[in-house]
């Protein structure tokens, strides 16, 4: 009987959407939620775990005993049938996870859809009308101690602020337009439920860094954001889709790491830098926390003088790993960790120098270049 059970699962694995992961589409799921009549993969299969049997029911395809009563209960549901129950108003701005996205997005996701049925309910949906509050713990300027902080999120305003006194004037206001959220769960590490919010101020780059104990709550607060952009980009291009509009919500860093550069000069020595690359801002930092970058980096175009390839400038010591970024100022002598790491750099700095140039990329040059070009300012080029 067992074995006819394990030839049925098999089959119903080659249903299309059975082959995947019914929570981050990974390929070929080794596990199922039997009561919820869903394929899983390893690590999705933990979360499902994690909520207890009175939500979901997990097994292993081949490992473990299947009853007929399970199988036909993975006949009647399957991939397919469970998305158009459980994701069937899942808000536009909500960020849906992949199999290599942080774990908190993906946990957070699985309880969303299960646990709380925010997606068959969307009244649960907290995130998506525009204005969100609390407090979080916030890491100061010039120190690493974390302090609880009110913000107040209002897409009306498109302002995020926060308050050292509650019933004070705001610290700073940050316009949502303007700001990029990231979760950074390892940077922050032992604060796993956290944020990254990025934006510019007086023409240079500013980071502030969030936590909250609970998982859910940090992850609703990214998503606020999200849908407060989302819902302002849609007044200001009503014509374009949902669907495009998503795609500038908020962006990941496309890769962060340790990277040692030079100064302008060919006898200037490499210097430890710790590198982000957001969008077409490629930063450096003295540490990975830092507030500000020590400085910054236009990616622009390659048909406007910007290029990447192996090797260092004439006159400049290789390190090993070296690779040169060249822009219209200046040609950046880098060198990474390892073989592999600098063509990682080399690859996705490549991509962004073909891509064309958007009108906010534009926006965010002039900003830049404005606050190197204005007197008695620092530039954000410089050598430091």
Not at 24 to 39: E, H, Q, R, T, V
Not at 40 to 63: A, D, F, P
Not at 332 to 338: D, G, K, P
Request: proline share 4%; charged share 30%.
């Amino acid at each position: 009987m067992s074995e006819r059970n394990e030839k049925i699962l098999v089959e119903l694995m080659k249903f299309s959407g059975n082959n995947v992961c019914a929570d981050c589409d990974s390929k070929n799921p080794a596990y199922a939620s039997y009561n919820l009549g869903i394929f899983i993969c390893e690590r999705c299969s933990g979360v499902h775990r994690s909520m207890g049997v009175h939500i979901s029911k997990v097994k292993h395809l081949k490992l473990d005993k299947w009853e007929d009563s399970q199988v036909e209960r993975m006949k009647e549901v399957g991939n397919k049938r469970a998305k158009m129950k459980y994701e069937e108003r899942v808000p536009p701005c909500y960020r849906i996870p992949k199999e290599d996205d942080p774990h908190i997005l993906i946990e957070q996701w699985i309880r969303a859809k299960y646990q709380r049925e925010e997606f068959c309910y969307p009244e649960r949906q907290s995130y998506t009308s525009g204005y969100f509050s609390g407090f979080l713990m916030k890491r100061g300027k010039e120190d690493s101690r974390y302090r609880s902080r009110k913000f107040i999120l209002s897409e009306q305003d498109d302002t995020l602020k926060y308050y050292i006194t509650e019933y004070k004037d705001p610290k700073a206001i940050l316009r949502i337009s303007e700001l990029n959220v990231v979760l950074s769960p390892e940077k922050m590490s032992p604060y796993i439920n956290s944020l990254q919010i990025t934006f510019l101020k007086d023409g240079t780059t500013r980071h502030i860094y969030v936590y909250h104990d609970e998982a859910e709550v940090i992850t609703n607060w990214y998503m606020a954001i999200r849908c407060a952009k989302l819902h302002r980009l849609q007044v200001a291009y009503p014509s374009d889709s949902q669907t495009e509009l998503s795609k500038y919500l908020t962006e990941d860093f496309a890769k962060e790491g340790w990277l040692w550069k030079t100064g302008p000069r060919t006898s200037d020595g490499f210097k430890k830098r710790w590198f982000a690359l957001d969008n077409r801002k490629l930063m450096y930092h003295d540490d990975p926390m830092d507030a500000n970058p020590k400085g910054e980096i236009f990616i622009g175009h390659m048909a406007d003088g910007y290029g990447i390839k192996m090797g260092v400038s004439t006159g400049v010591k290789d390190q090993g790993f070296s690779f040169m970024l060249t822009t219209p100022d200046r040609v950046y002598n880098l060198s990474a960790q390892s073989e592999i790491d600098r063509d990682l750099w080399i690859e996705v700095l490549e991509r962004v120098i073909e891509k064309p140039l958007t009108a906010q990329d534009i926006a965010v040059s002039a900003r830049l270049v404005r606050k190197r070009t204005s007197s008695n300012s620092i530039s954000i080029f410089s050598p430091r």
